[in-house]
Protein backbone atom coordinates (compact mmCIF):
# COMPACT_ATOMS: atom_id res chain seq x y z
CA UNK A 1 0.00 0.00 0.00
CA UNK A 2 1.38 3.47 -0.91
CA UNK A 3 -0.60 6.84 0.28
CA UNK A 4 0.72 9.78 -1.98
CA UNK A 5 0.25 13.87 -1.49
CA UNK A 6 0.25 16.27 -4.32
CA UNK A 7 1.27 19.68 -3.55
CA UNK A 8 2.44 22.82 -5.75
CA UNK A 9 -0.66 23.56 -7.63
CA UNK A 10 -1.60 27.49 -7.33
CA UNK A 11 -2.83 30.30 -10.10
CA UNK A 12 -0.60 31.47 -12.68
CA UNK A 13 -1.07 33.49 -15.96
CA UNK A 14 -1.03 32.13 -19.75
CA UNK A 15 2.37 30.96 -20.44
CA UNK A 16 3.50 30.57 -16.95
CA UNK A 17 5.08 27.54 -14.80
CA UNK A 18 4.54 25.68 -12.27
CA UNK A 19 6.25 22.59 -10.59
CA UNK A 20 4.30 19.58 -9.37
CA UNK A 21 5.39 17.66 -6.66
CA UNK A 22 3.93 14.26 -5.27
CA UNK A 23 5.40 12.45 -2.59
CA UNK A 24 4.77 8.54 -1.42
CA UNK A 25 4.99 6.98 1.46
CA UNK A 26 4.49 3.17 2.35
CA UNK A 27 5.91 0.57 0.24
CA UNK A 28 9.61 0.70 -1.79
CA UNK A 29 8.75 3.97 -4.17
CA UNK A 30 10.99 2.86 -7.24
CA UNK A 31 8.38 -0.60 -7.66
CA UNK A 32 5.96 1.58 -8.91
CA UNK A 33 4.83 3.38 -12.34
CA UNK A 34 3.86 6.43 -11.68
CA UNK A 35 1.70 8.84 -13.10
CA UNK A 36 0.16 12.14 -13.47
CA UNK A 37 -3.45 12.92 -14.10
CA UNK A 38 -6.01 15.81 -14.38
CA UNK A 39 -9.40 16.24 -14.42
CA UNK A 40 -11.38 19.63 -15.24
CA UNK A 41 -14.95 20.76 -14.35
CA UNK A 42 -17.29 19.03 -16.48
CA UNK A 43 -14.62 16.58 -17.96
CA UNK A 44 -13.33 13.52 -17.81
CA UNK A 45 -9.91 12.36 -16.08
CA UNK A 46 -7.23 12.77 -18.48
CA UNK A 47 -3.87 11.56 -19.05
CA UNK A 48 -1.24 13.80 -18.23
CA UNK A 49 1.99 11.45 -18.51
CA UNK A 50 3.69 8.86 -16.28
CA UNK A 51 7.27 7.25 -15.82
CA UNK A 52 8.11 3.60 -15.11
CA UNK A 53 9.61 2.63 -11.80
CA UNK A 54 13.33 1.89 -12.47
CA UNK A 55 13.97 2.20 -16.06
CA UNK A 56 12.33 5.58 -16.19
CA UNK A 57 10.68 5.21 -19.62
CA UNK A 58 8.47 8.09 -20.28
CA UNK A 59 4.91 8.86 -21.92
CA UNK A 60 2.90 12.23 -22.35
CA UNK A 61 -0.39 13.03 -23.51
CA UNK A 62 -0.66 15.09 -26.66
CA UNK A 63 -1.88 17.99 -25.01
CA UNK A 64 1.13 18.65 -22.81
CA UNK A 65 3.81 17.04 -25.18
CA UNK A 66 6.68 19.59 -25.34
CA UNK A 67 5.84 21.63 -22.44
CA UNK A 68 5.47 19.28 -19.38
CA UNK A 69 8.25 17.39 -18.41
CA UNK A 70 7.72 14.38 -15.58
CA UNK A 71 10.60 13.14 -13.47
CA UNK A 72 10.88 10.98 -10.31
CA UNK A 73 13.50 10.74 -7.59
CA UNK A 74 13.30 7.39 -5.85
CA UNK A 75 15.36 8.04 -3.07
CA UNK A 76 13.17 10.57 -1.62
CA UNK A 77 9.90 9.14 -2.67
CA UNK A 78 9.04 11.56 -5.15
CA UNK A 79 7.51 11.99 -8.25
CA UNK A 80 7.60 15.94 -10.46
CA UNK A 81 5.40 17.48 -13.25
CA UNK A 82 7.52 20.29 -14.60
CA UNK A 83 4.53 22.53 -16.42
CA UNK A 84 6.05 25.10 -18.61
CA UNK A 85 3.78 27.22 -21.18
CA UNK A 86 0.78 26.93 -19.27
CA UNK A 87 -2.55 27.93 -20.94
CA UNK A 88 -6.04 28.09 -19.81
CA UNK A 89 -6.64 24.63 -20.81
CA UNK A 90 -4.11 23.25 -18.31
CA UNK A 91 -6.92 24.69 -15.46
CA UNK A 92 -7.73 21.22 -14.03
CA UNK A 93 -7.16 19.32 -10.61
CA UNK A 94 -3.69 17.37 -11.19
CA UNK A 95 -3.97 13.84 -9.50
CA UNK A 96 -0.76 11.36 -9.08
CA UNK A 97 -1.35 7.90 -9.11
CA UNK A 98 0.55 4.56 -8.73
CA UNK A 99 0.42 1.16 -10.17
CA UNK A 100 2.70 -1.64 -10.95
CA UNK A 101 1.34 -1.97 -14.58
CA UNK A 102 3.82 -0.55 -17.17
CA UNK A 103 1.74 -1.00 -19.70
CA UNK A 104 -1.50 0.86 -21.06
CA UNK A 105 -0.62 3.77 -18.19
CA UNK A 106 -2.48 5.89 -20.28
CA UNK A 107 -5.76 4.18 -18.92
CA UNK A 108 -6.82 5.85 -15.20
CA UNK A 109 -8.32 2.26 -14.53
CA UNK A 110 -4.80 0.77 -14.41
CA UNK A 111 -3.75 2.80 -11.28
CA UNK A 112 -4.05 1.07 -7.73
CA UNK A 113 -3.73 3.93 -5.60
CA UNK A 114 -4.85 7.73 -6.28
CA UNK A 115 -3.31 11.23 -4.24
CA UNK A 116 -6.37 13.84 -3.54
CA UNK A 117 -5.16 16.17 -6.43
CA UNK A 118 -3.52 19.67 -6.24
CA UNK A 119 -5.92 22.68 -8.02
CA UNK A 120 -4.24 24.19 -10.99
CA UNK A 121 -5.27 27.27 -12.45
CA UNK A 122 -4.45 29.29 -15.49
CA UNK A 123 -5.36 32.81 -16.35
CA UNK A 124 -5.67 34.20 -19.62
Known amino acids: HVQLEESGGGLVQAGGSLRLSCTAS????????MGWFRQAPGKEREFVSAITGKDFRIYYGDDVKGRFTINRNNAKNTLYLYMNDLRPEDTAVYLC?????????????????WGQGTHVTVSS
Open 26 to 33: GRLFSDYT
Open 97 to 113: AATFVTDDLYRDREYHY
